[in-house]
C-alpha cells in the first residue's frame, strides 16, 4: 500500500533531519539547554516511531525504483551554515506534518504526538536562528571611548577598523549628553558594512535599542543581566565584565553570550581598575563554556600572553588609539 511507503520515507527523513539537527546544536553552538531540547524531541520521536511497525513499514520500502532515487531538485549547494540548518528544520517540519495526517486516521493518539512532535519543530527552530543571529568573533574586541571619539573622522575609523582585522566594535560613553551618545551610536551603526563586525553598547540598553546596536556591555554596578534580557530578548548579544571567578560564574549562569575578564594588566582607560592578571583567565577558561574576552592594558607587547591563556579574543582602548591607528592594528592582528 502506498500510504505505508509514505509513512517510511517521511519517518526517515524526519530521523535523519532531526540528528543533523542534534550534532548541529552539540558542535556548532555548544548551549546545554537547547541541546537537552533536541534530545527531548528526539526521545518523543523514539516512542512514536516504537509505537509503529517499523519492521513492516520497511518491507513496503521500493527503494531500488524510487523516482525520487536519481532526482536532482533537493541537490542545490548550501553556502552558508545557515542554509544548511534551515533546509534540515524544513524537512523536519514538512515530515512531521506528513506523519501526522497519515496517522490521523489510523491511530489519533499518535497523530496527536506527531502534532506536539512538529510545534516542538517551531519552537527550536526559532532558538537556533535566533541563536545564529547573534553569533560573533570576539577575536579582536576593540572600544572607541569618548575620550577618543573625536580623534578622527568617524568615516576613516570605521573604515580602518573594518579593514584591518576588527571582529566587534563597543561604544562607551560616560560623559557625554544622551543625544551625543545616540548620534555617535547612529552614526557608527551606519557606518558598519560588514555584516560579521558586531556593534556593542556599552551599559545603555536604552541607547543600543535606539539605534539597533547588536548588543550591549554591561558592568557589575549596571542593571541585571536577567532584567536587561527580558527587556533586549534573546537575539541581543550581553557581555558582563567580570573581576573574579565568582562573577564570571553567575554571568554564565544567568546567560551572559560572553565575559570581558579584566584588568588583565594595568590601563590608561581606568587608572583606578583592579588588575586581577593572566591566572584569572586561565580559571574561568575552565569553568565556563562561553567567550573569554580579555581586557586592560593589551598591546602589541603582551596580547601574545593574553592568548595563551586560552582567552577568545582581547579588547583594546588607549592602545589602539595613541598613535597610527591602521599601524597599531596591523602591529596585533598578525598573531590572532
Known amino acids: ?82 542554509d544548511l540548518i534551515l533546509a534540515n528544520f524544513s524537512r523536519a517540519k514538512e515530515s512531521a506534518r506528513i506523519i501526522e495526517e497519515i496517522l ?50 568617524l568615516y576613516e575609523m570605521l573604515q580602518t577598523l573594518q579593514n584591518n582585522g576588527v571582529t566587534m566594535i563597543q561604544l562607551r560613553i560616560r560623559n557625554l549628553p544622551d543625544k551625543k551618545f545616540y548620534y555617535y551610536g547612529e552614526k557608527i551603526k551606519k557606518l558598519i558594512t560588514n555584516p560579521e563586525l558586531k556593534f556593542i553598547i556599552n551599559n545603555r540598553i536604552d541607547i543600543a535599542l535606539a539605534v539597533n546596536a547588536d548588543g550591549v556591555h554591561l558592568g557589575q554596578e549596571d542593571l541585571p543581566l536577567r532584567s536587561a534580557r527580558e527587556i533586549l530578548g534573546e537575539k541581543f ?29 594595568p590601563t590608561k582607560t581606568k587608572q583606578n581598575a583592579r588588575v586581577c592578571g593572566l591566572d584569572l583567565i586561565r580559571k574561568i577558561k575552565n569553568k565556563v563554556n562561553i567567550p573569554v574576552i580579555a581586557i586592560g592594558g593589551i598591546n602589541n607587547k603582551n596580547y601574545k600572553k593574553v592568548l595563551k591563556t586560552g582567552a577568545d579574543g582581547i579588547a583594546i582602548v588607549s592602545y589602539l588609539f595613541e598613535g597610527s591607528l591602521k599601524k597599531n592594528l596591523q602591529s596585533l592582528i598578525k598573531g590572532t
Not at 32 to 45: A, G, P, V, Y
Not at 125 to 141: A, C, S, T
Open 1 to 82: 500500500m502506498q500510504w505505508q511507503c509514505i509513512l517510511d520515507v517521511n519517518l526517515n527523513r524526519l530521523t535523519e533531519s532531526l540528528k543533523f539537527i542534534e550534532d548541529y546544536i552539540r558542535f556548532m553552538i555548544k548551549e546545554s539547554s537547547m541541546l537537552e531540547k533536541i534530545r527531548n524531541l528526539r526521545n518523543e520521536f523514539f516512542l512514536l516511531k516504537k509505537s509503529l511497525p517499523i519492521s513492516d513499514l520497511v518491507f513496503f520500502r521500493k527503494s531500488e525504483i524510487d523516482l525520487g532515487r536519481k532526482a536532482k531538485f533537493d541537490s542545490l549547494p548550501r553556502r552558508k551554515d545557515i
Open 104 to 153: 490521523r486516521h489510523r491511530n489519533k493518539s499518535l497523530s496527536r504526538l506527531g502534532k506536539k512532535i512538529r510545534f516542538q519543530i517551531y519552537d527550536l527552530e526559532k532558538l537556533v536562528l535566533e541563536k545564529h543571529q547573534k553569533g560573533f568573533n570576539p577575536k579582536l574586541y576593540v572600544i572607541i571611548d569618548e575620550k577618543y571619539i573625536d580623534k578622527m573622522p
Open 237 to 265: 548579544i550581553i557581555g558582563i565584565s567580570a573581576h573574579n571567578l565568582k562573577e564570571a560564574l553567575r554571568a554564565w549562569n544567568n546567560g551572559a553570550d560572553y565575559l570581558g575578564v579584566g584588568a588583565v594588566f
